[in-house]
């Protein structure tokens, strides 16, 4: 039985509009080597300029973090070969970073776990190499991205955990509008670095999996390498210090190289770029961006509207549905909908049709707001179903056409004669006439019921209602529909 240490280096990538150092677009997918200058291909005699909006990003990443911002931090140089960076060293931060000391909880699948945050630094990143069969291809329109690290201390034990930290971290920098966090673009992506080794006798020897592109892979990948040092030791060998890569299509980690220390990599400060002293307004703008963060907020959404915990954290998985959801809600109680009774159907309606219309249109949820459903749409039909002017059959067809006709429900509903049908006397109509059509069915209603067979004279019932409903295209009051037929059968 050995303990397991845990430790992520997770990189993401600043949504500023130029790169850390110099002007230059950043902008996935554009055509490679488009997007340089003389700075980021580091021409001799050019000098760096630092990006004060990817400095802001950092600094509010680090402070939801529970970081804490020195009085001052500079740069540094990093000495090391980079095939996809030309000037052969890396602008970073080590001796001051950003964030330094933080500390975050991770929460949910039965985990709970405070992680200590180490810091948060700011560098630029590499560029990009595309191997094409005996060639490689080098893009540096990636080179000086601004790029954030944040290194946490080995306090993670499993690969649920580790993903559990990606995917919370992941929520943390979308919601602050810093990162657009798709791993399969490389905007976030992670370096894992796992030790084990007996109960008490603390750190074993670290292995670092390098560039995960998924938290699948970061779980997958850990909970490989935990087993496959399990089994060195076990057999009385070493584990080797090394960085090795995860192999998707073998699932298997496998090695690339030995484990620079820090010593190799011969830091000292960046002499072209001056020490960075944050101001009392650069502050203030930092913890003005800090927002209620995901955690929090289902945990709010849980007290607050009486959720479930698994629909509080669908609705909370992107700041825009959870900030559209809340504005429906208060739509919907100043319409006179009841607070437990509007939190509940804006959440159902939203987590099942409304999020099944944008997928079938391929639309992301975080797109709501764009959408033609204006939550005040959204609680205006709510509410008309929750007082019976609609059914909910005809309410699924009445939010489609939102979408489609960009209307209001009230007109849609008008237009279409959908109004829910309340008059015992015209529904009774309707029953009579199902009732004709279907004499056999109502015998055999009747016999089950005298004989006392209550689940069968119920489930013949249920089909005649279906039938009167059908009969008066959704229009008729369930519950009107169910007293007379009770009466009748």
């Known amino acids: 039985m050995y303990q397991s240490f845990i430790g992520l280096e997770v990189h993401i990538h600043l949504l500023t509009k130029t790169k850390v150092f110099c002007g230059c677009k950043q902008n996935f997918g554009d055509g490679p080597n488009t997007n340089v200058c003389p700075v980021c291909l580091g021409y001799p005699g050019v000098l760096p300029a630092l990006n004060v909006e990817a400095m802001r990003m950092g600094c509010t990443v680090a402070r939801a973090l529970g970081c804490t911002i020195p009085p001052k931090t500079w740069f540094d140089r990093k000495q090391y070969f980079y095939p996809d960076m030309t000037k052969n060293y890396q602008i970073s931060q080590f001796h001051q970073p950003l964030g330094q000391d933080g500390l975050v909880t991770i929460e949910g699948r039965g985990i709970q776990k405070t992680v200590r945050i180490k810091e948060c630094h700011l560098e630029e990143d590499a560029g990009k190499m595309i191997h094409a069969g005996t060639a490689s291809l080098l893009d540096y329109n990636r080179a000086g991205y601004a790029l954030l690290e944040i290194v946490t ?39 894992a670095n796992v030790s084990i080794n007996t109960p008490g006798a603390g750190l074993g020897r670290k292995v670092e999996i390098k560039n995960l592109n998924s938290s699948r892979f970061v779980k997958l990948g850990l909970n490989y390498e935990i087993k496959r040092q399990a089994g060195l030791l076990d ?8 960085t090795r890569l995860w192999n998707e299509n073998r699932d298997q980690t496998e090695p690339m190289r030995t484990k620079e220390n820090a010593q190799d990599y011969r830091y000292f400060p960046e002499p072209d770029l001056p020490v960075f002293v944050p101001d009392a307004a650069f502050l203030r703008r930092v913890e003005e961006g800090v927002c209620e963060l995901p955690l929090a907020r289902v945990k709010r959404f849980i007290a607050e509207y009486g959720l479930g915990e698994e629909n509080a954290d669908a609705l909370c998985d992107e700041k ?27 959440a159902n309606l939203l987590l099942g049709d409304v ?24 609680a205006s039909l709510v509410v008309m179903t929750a007082q019976g002017a609609v059914s909910a059959k005809n309410a699924k067809q009445v939010l489609a056409a939102v979408f489609d006709e960009d209307k209001d429900p009230p007109a849609i509903i008008k237009e279409r004669g959908w109004e829910q049908m309340t008059d015992p006397a015209q529904i009774g109509e309707a029953v009579d006439g199902v009732l004709a059509a279907e004499a056999a069915t109502l015998a055999d209603a009747r016999s089950a019921k005298a004989a006392g067979n209550e689940k069968r004279a119920k489930t013949l019932t249920a089909y005649l209602a279906g039938k009167v409903i059908a009969a008066t295209g959704g229009r008729a009051d369930p519950g009107v529909v169910g007293r007379l037929l009770g009466e009748r059968v």
């Not at 690969?159 to 990162?179: D, K, M, N, P, S």
């Not at 391929?362 to 459903?373: E, R």
């Open 235 to 242: 057999e009385g060998k070493m584990v080797v210090q090394e």
């Open 320 to 346: 825009a549905f959870a900030d559209y959801y809340e504005d429906a809600v208060v739509k919907a109680l100043a319409e006179g909908l009841a607070k437990p009774e509007a939190a509940a159907k804006v």
């Open 355 to 378: 999020k099944h219309i944008l997928a079938k249109a391929g639309a992301d949820p975080a797109t709501i707001g764009d959408t033609k459903l204006t939550p005040a749409r959204l």
């Open 153 to 191: 201390e080995p306090d993670m034990e499993s690969g649920e955990e580790a993903e559990l930290f990606i995917r919370q971290l992941r929520r943390t920098v979308r919601y602050l509008g810093v990162c657009d966090g798709n791993m399969e673009e490389g905007s976030l992506r992670a370096d």
